[in-house]
């Protein structure tokens, strides 16, 4: 039972480059969400799932753009990255929307 | 202002010191509500969620005060092991907001 799992670990983009984050969960959970985490400040909602095939906007959505073909699987896209994306990216899942989240290791993105 | 509010600190203690953080938070329609703790470069994990009745988990003690607004988290005889940030969460909702943590090192 691996939990919350996210690749890459790590990443550096130039400016206008595109990327995929991939987070999975082994727990069937239907909730699953993406957040970053910037110094200073909490974790920040970007988009978040519901269920299988289903996708919503979170706090901070623009820029990134998400997916949820799979039930343990939730994607979030950068189509055309910016400096102001560089930041740590969490993924998280949980059972239903008022119950604890579990959250991946992380990814660090650096976007010169 | 923040949704959900907390002291950054940092806390410098000494071991078996008792600690203790507050947390505000502003919606008063808010359902639920938990104590994660965040390891330096690491992801947030569940520390305990907190019950309208206040509730213990060995050392550590949190609080709910509904009237006022905020939750504490009681942390007793530090260990260096509780270094660590600190994140208040509730749930409004469904949605989860997060404070933005509170920093504690707990020295020799």
């Known amino acids: 039972n691996a939990g919350v799992t996210q690749t890459p670990k790590f990443r550096v983009l130039k400016t206008g480059q595109s990327m995929t984050l991939l987070c999975a969960q082994d727990?069937?959970?239907?909730?699953m969400y993406w957040y970053r985490q910037d110094p200073g400040m909490g974790l920040r909602l970007i988009h978040y799932?519901?269920?299988?095939?289903?996708?919503a906007k979170g706090e901070v959505p623009d820029g990134y753009n998400v997916s949820r073909l799979k039930k343990q699987n939730f994607l979030l896209g950068l189509e055309s990255a910016a400096p102001s994306q560089t930041s740590v990216y969490f993924c998280?899942?949980?059972?239903?929307?008022?119950?604890?989240?579990?959250f991946g290791p992380g990814t660090r993105l650096l976007v010169l | 202002r923040k949704e959900v509010e907390q002291d950054p600190g940092p806390f410098n203690v000494p071991e078996g010191a008792t600690v203790a953080f507050n947390c505000t938070y502003s919606?008063?329609?808010?359902?639920?509500f938990f104590w994660y703790r965040q390891d330096c470069r690491k992801e947030p994990k569940l520390l305990m969620s907190?019950?309208?009745s206040g509730n213990e988990d060995g050392r550590f003690t949190a609080q709910l005060n509904r009237a006022s607004q905020y939750i504490s988290l009681l942390i007793r005889d530090s260990k260096l092991s509780d270094s660590a940030t600190y994140l208040c969460?509730?749930?409004?909702?469904?949605?989860?907001?997060f404070g933005a943590g509170t920093r504690l090192t707990v020295k020799p």
């Open positions: 998280a899942s949980s059972r239903t929307g008022v119950e604890t989240q579990y």
């Open positions: 727990m069937n959970h239907e909730y």
């Open positions: 799932s519901v269920g299988e095939g289903t996708t």
């Open positions: 919606n008063s329609a808010s359902q639920s």
């Open positions: 907190v019950y309208s």
């Open positions: 969460v509730v749930n409004e909702l469904g949605d989860m907001r």
